[in-house]
């Protein structure tokens, strides 16, 4: 995205930003999940994640099953659902609540699920009762009993003060109190003594490059279309950690942010789309479970005009793994709007012709449209992960035995480790040799690992073959002799002697990337 591409320069940005550059991106008031509490479970979650309600027949009735923990957490949760709606008919089976149900119905859309919910009617004792419903349940019970939704921000607050903040707001607090007890006063005045300390963590590496798009701009002589990309740490209080790397609080980020004329936007949107898109497919043993899903019109932010996510189908369903959206020209709009600096781009001769070789008269200065690919390398290095493990039925060189063969079939490129260099046997005799490969994998800038622990060859094969080694190299007593020495691939895991001097050169071509 960078280093192959002529219009695409590379730049890091400072992690701790400014209150102003989220006020001018609009992070301070809209960078928000909507979060959603259970009456029952009092777990909280993200409305937009949470799946529907679940309705199950039984014994020719409709009921909408809850599931419990224990059977005295059923029992509490049966006495607060009869608290919560009186004269509701339920009953309790072990650890699991069922309510049976006359009808329930869906909101009329996701956009108006707030304030047009649909209703799930229960039977009652003497009457059927009401509940709203809006479109999704507690994830891990399917109960419906939930609070309505309030919008969290998703920004680490911190602050760069000499003065321990906490003494600051509990200086303030106590002042304070003694002249009101309005809470939202108290909290305005502690606001107001922290703004000036006030800082954020980024939650995307995006606006770090709207800020600095006129010095990336100038200082490297850039004229649209060209690109600044991005790789780098962001932060997100995510409420709900999901999946071991798939949704964490801290996580890495690679973004590109690629400036062109607002005319040409659409075509740039689909050359990134369908660019990136043969990226993900490239590395992977499966590509049929890569697959892009263009945003419905209510997914889309405000200032989108589209969006094509690529999602990968993780063991637990389908995850975004990256967005190519066409940003527009907001970003830069809102920062020139805020700082008082233009940011825009003013055209040359040189602009006057076009792509197809017209020529225009007028120059113009316009603000450019961008074009933004934003993927997490977590979720990335997870679906890889995911896409490349299998087990293979081997016989085991230790025992004779059918065994299973973990395997990680990482692409070449992407395994942490290209080749693992290992003597036969550890002996004295062998090392020289087996270190002077080492080395000359090193010289050539790949990854090489020294294997010389006292276990078998077939051993350490394998623990190569679980952390996705392409090849292993061995050095034996024959090597010695004839200066050959033995590669074995991991897929295959076939055997061939090479000449030691074309070892090396052998394995750089393997890692060339044919598609470039």
């Known amino acids: 995205m960078v280093y192959k591409k002529d219009n695409v320069v590379g730049v890091d940005t400072s992690i701790i930003t400014p209150p102003g550059v989220f006020k001018a991106s609009g992070h301070l008031e809209s960078f928000t999940d909507a979060l959603v509490d259970c009456k029952l479970t009092k777990e909280r979650f993200r409305a937009d994640k949470a799946p529907p309600l679940t309705v199950i027949e039984k014994n020719g009735r409709k009921v909408l099953p809850i599931a419990a923990p224990d059977k005295a957490v059923a029992k509490d949760w049966e006495q607060m659902i009869q608290q919560l709606l009186p004269g509701i008919s339920i009953s309790r089976h072990g650890k699991e609540l069922v309510l049976p149900i006359v009808d329930f119905q869906k909101p009329a859309s996701v956009e108006t699920a707030e304030t047009n919910p649909g209703k799930i009617i229960f039977e009652g004792k003497e009457a059927a009762v009401e509940l709203a419903y809006r479109g999704y ?191 527009g020209d907001y970003d830069l709009k809102q920062h020139s709007e805020h700082s008082g600096v233009r940011l825009d781009y003013s055209e040359d001769s040189k602009d006057l012709i076009t792509e197809s070789g017209e020529q225009r008269t007028e120059k113009r200065s316009y603000v450019p449209y961008v074009i933004e690919s934003s993927c997490g390398l977590n979720r990335a290095l997870l679906a890889y992960l995911v896409d490349a493990y299998s087990e293979d039925s081997v016989i085991d060189p230790t025992t004779g035995k059918s065994a299973k063969r973990p395997l990680l079939r990482l692409h070449p490129q992407l395994a942490p480790i290209k080749v693992a260099v290992m003597p036969l046997m550890p002996k004295p005799e062998l090392m020289p040799l087996t270190k002077q490969l080492v080395k000359a994998f090193r010289r050539e800038r790949i990854n090489v690992r020294l294997e010389d622990q006292n276990l078998k060859i077939g051993k350490r094969y394998y623990r190569h073959d679980e952390i996705g080694t392409p090849w292993c190299v061995t050095v034996d007593y024959q090597s010695l002799e004839d200066n050959m020495i033995t590669i074995r691939d991991r897929d295959t895991m076939e055997q061939k002697r090479v000449d030691i001097e074309g070892v090396v050169k052998m394995v750089k071509e393997k890692l060339t990337d044919v598609d470039e």
Not at 157 to 175: G, H, N, Q, S, Y
Not at 196 to 210: C, M
Not at 262 to 287: C, G, I, M, Q, V
């Open 137 to 327: 349940v507690e994830p891990n019970s399917n109960s419906p009993f939930l609070t309505d939704s309030r919008p969290f921000n998703l920004m680490f607050k911190t602050f760069l003060d000499p003065i321990d903040p906490i003494e600051r707001v509990m200086t303030t607090t106590l002042a304070g109190s003694q002249e009101t007890d309005d809470i939202k006063k108290l909290r305005q005045s502690v606001d107001s003594v922290l703004a000036g300390s006030t800082v954020f963590l980024r939650p995307e590496t995006a606006q770090g490059v709207f800020v600095n798009f006129l010095a990336c701009q100038r200082t490297q002589k850039l004229r649209p279309p060209f690109g600044i990309a991005q790789i780098g740490k962001s932060f997100r209080n995510e409420i709900r950690l999901e999946h071991a790397i798939f949704r964490t609080p801290e996580f890495e980020q690679m973004e590109l942010e690629y400036f062109v004329p607002p005319e040409d936007d659409s075509k740039w949107l689909s050359y990134w789309t369908e660019e990136r898109f043969k990226w993900w497919k490239r590395y992977a043993n499966h590509p049929e479970n890569f697959r892009q899903r263009p945003h419905e019109e209510h997914e889309l932010a405000h200032y989108a005009k589209g969006c094509v996510d690529v999602e990968y189908k993780f063991p637990w369903g389908w995850g975004e793994v990256e967005g190519v959206a066409n940003r």
